[in-house]
């Protein structure tokens, strides 16, 4: 059995080991542009953490600022309707009263994987949100685990998100909870 698992290991090591050595900032760049890039990036990665922690602070200031003017959104992995191109301020009015008929939430929104390309850059980040409400129809907590695919603009006001895609990998708990904080179950 040994034999196997050192095979598969050895095989699975350069791939992991190469990921590992993809250098964030070219070596051989000048020390402002290295230092340009490592500005973004932190930027960016307080932007993906300022979505999920306006949720839980209730702060739609917050939530309003990380986003362009006009945005397009795919959340259909957990409200259905596929992409659809609204504005920031038409987002933030609907789903402010979501999370206003919930009694708590928690929202990690972490990076995974950050790439820049000039004013441009993709991320995708980690989905992992936990609703609570309790109610009569079950648990109190509904849990969702996933990656969000973002792309974003750099504006005169720094990084914002321009489009999101939702991706759902597992749900946990008690769907009502969120049927019943969008409106949709009494």
Known sequence: MKPIIAIVAATLLPTFVAAQQIPIVDPVSSPEVKLQ?????????????????????QDWDLHRSVFTDEIQMDFTASLGGGLQTLSADDWVSAVKPFFANLEGTQHIAMPLTIQIDGDTAYVRSMLHARHHLPNSKGGPVQKMVGHYDNWLIRTDEGWKIAKMVQTITWNEGNWYIIEKAAGLSE
């Open 37 to 57: 890039i490592l500005l973004d990036r932190e930027e960016i990665r307080q932007v993906i953490t300022n979505y999920g922690l306006a949720f839980d602070m």
